[in-house]
């Protein structure tokens, strides 16, 4: 089991698509589609959508523009465990848990949380129309976690254990899809993904969880496991909601002043060494052996070269030497100079 090798061959960068379901703003199609486009031209193989982007308009968009290209060219991973209807429900009244408003600007479309076999097929199928494709290479089960479902995300858990997770077992059995795991913003649920027995994931997207300024966690209970596992990892928001990339937010909200001191200090740290924070964040996060890519999202097609200069430019040694040094990473975190 490896999710790297279901991966274009080469591939340390994917594109999130988050960003395209109007998430924090409402962007033009223009905008969106220049984006995409910009992916492409800079050699982004590997797209990651959901029909939780914005009740499924990440995967329009997408699927909308990657139709002119040949399918055997790009690999598609979308995530179950929502199932978007054509019925229209007030946005704001929505309980999306931690992640409330975060895609107020998306469509209306009412969002039905089903983690059951039958709901897994639905999403699945409705997600191949919307993208406009005959398959896709990976599934992940959706938030499968505390942020979401908060006291009741083992309840959760355990409805997608018995539904979600056989479903793609068995189509993964079939060669229906390649690889299926789970995408979250906790360890916690990929913790226990790992310890069944009926169940294999083949990895897991792991958004927030391992990033320069949230790492500890992981590198305590998830990391080592799962290389132990043969189950890798993609790391989804290694910019940490956009801190790190010259945004306001962290964890999907305004960023603390403590978030903010931290980021301050990371900042400086990189000028003096003449270093990008975004190449510092990506390539700590490539750096670990459980890793298999970053997937950024973006909304601006600009950012799209930024993230691809990012993973190839050379970072000093003692860049990472003092980051260790300062305590700005946890002692035991991989970095490029243990390579």
Same mark, same amino acid.
Not at 105 to 132: C, F, Q
Not at 232 to 237: D, L, R, S
């Given at each position: 089991?490896?999710?790297?090798?279901?991966?274009?061959?080469?591939?340390?960068?994917?594109?999130?698509?988050?960003? /395209?379901?109007?998430?924090?703003? +409402?962007?033009?199609?223009?905008?969106?589609?220049?984006?995409?486009?910009a992916?492409?031209?800079?050699?982004?193989?590997?797209?990651?959508? +959901?029909?939780?982007?914005?009740?499924?308009?990440?995967?329009?968009?997408?699927?909308?523009? /990657? +139709?002119?290209?040949?399918?055997?060219?790009?690999?598609?991973?979308?995530?179950?465990?929502?199932v978007?209807?054509?019925?229209? &429900?007030?946005?704001?009244?929505?309980?999306?848990?931690?992640?409330?408003?975060?895609?107020?600007?998306?469509?209306?479309?009412?969002?039905?949380?089903?983690?059951?076999?039958?709901?897994?097929?639905?999403?699945? &199928?409705?997600?191949?129309?919307?993208?406009?494709?005959?398959?896709?290479?990976?599934?992940? =089960?959706?938030?499968?976690?505390?942020?979401?479902y908060?006291?009741?995300? /083992?309840?959760?858990?355990?409805?997608?254990?018995?539904?979600?997770?056989?479903?793609?077992?068995?189509?993964?059995?079939?060669? =229906?899809?390649?690889?299926?795991?789970?995408?979250?913003?906790?360890?916690?649920?990929?913790?226990?993904?790992l310890?069944?027995?009926?169940?294999?994931?083949?990895?897991?997207?792991?958004?927030?969880?391992?990033?320069?300024?949230?790492?500890?966690?992981?590198?305590?209970?998830?990391?080592?496991?799962?290389?132990?596992?043969?189950?890798e990892?993609?790391?989804?928001?290694?910019?940490?909601?956009?801190?790190?990339?010259?945004?306001?937010?962290?964890?999907?909200?305004?960023?603390?002043?403590?978030?903010?001191?931290?980021?301050?200090?990371?900042?400086?740290l990189?000028?003096?060494?003449?270093?990008?924070v975004?190449?510092?964040?990506?390539?700590?996060?490539?750096?670990?052996?459980?890793?298999?890519?970053?997937?950024?999202?973006?909304?601006?097609?600009?950012?799209i070269? &930024?993230?691809?200069?990012?993973?190839?430019?050379?970072?000093?040694?003692?860049?990472?030497?003092?980051?260790?040094?300062?305590k700005?990473?946890?002692?035991?975190?991989?970095?490029?100079?243990?390579?």
């Amino acid at each position: 089991m490896s999710i790297k090798d279901k991966l274009p061959a080469g591939t340390k960068l994917g594109f999130g698509t988050a960003p /395209l379901g109007n998430m924090f703003r +409402a962007i033009p199609e223009e905008e969106a589609a220049a984006t995409v486009d910009a992916a492409w031209q800079h050699g982004i193989r590997y797209f990651d959508t +959901a029909p939780f982007y914005g009740a499924g308009l990440a995967e329009i968009r997408l699927g909308d523009i /990657l +139709a002119k290209h040949k399918r055997s060219e790009y690999v598609l991973s979308s995530k179950v465990g929502r199932v978007i209807l054509d019925e229209i &429900e007030d946005v704001n009244a929505r309980d999306q848990g931690e992640k409330g408003g975060v895609f107020a600007h998306g469509r209306p479309n009412k969002i039905v949380n089903d983690y059951t076999a039958d709901g897994t097929m639905r999403s699945i &199928e409705d997600s191949l129309k919307r993208l406009k494709t005959d398959h896709i290479e990976i599934v992940w =089960v959706h938030d499968i976690a505390q942020d979401f479902y908060g006291d009741e995300w /083992l309840s959760v858990f355990e409805t997608a254990r018995k539904g979600a997770f056989r479903v793609l077992s068995k189509l993964r059995e079939e060669g =229906v899809i390649k690889a299926w795991g789970i995408g979250v913003n906790r360890v916690e649920p990929c913790e226990l993904a790992l310890d069944l027995s009926e169940t294999k994931p083949d990895g897991f997207l792991l958004a927030g969880r391992y990033t320069l300024l949230d790492h500890e966690r992981a590198l305590q209970r998830l990391m080592s496991s799962a290389v132990k596992h043969g189950a890798e990892i993609v790391v989804g928001g290694p910019y940490s909601s956009g801190i790190l990339a010259g945004g306001a937010h962290f964890e999907y909200q305004k960023a603390s002043p403590e978030i903010i001191a931290k980021v301050e200090k990371i900042k400086a740290l990189a000028k003096r060494h003449g270093v990008s924070v975004k190449a510092a964040a990506v390539q700590f996060a490539l750096a670990n052996p459980a890793v298999a890519a970053v997937i950024p999202g973006a909304s601006k097609p600009e950012r799209i070269a &930024e993230d691809q200069a990012a993973v190839n430019e050379v970072i000093p040694a003692d860049f990472w030497r003092e980051m260790r040094q300062e305590k700005l990473v946890a002692a035991n975190a991989p970095l490029p100079i243990d390579q």
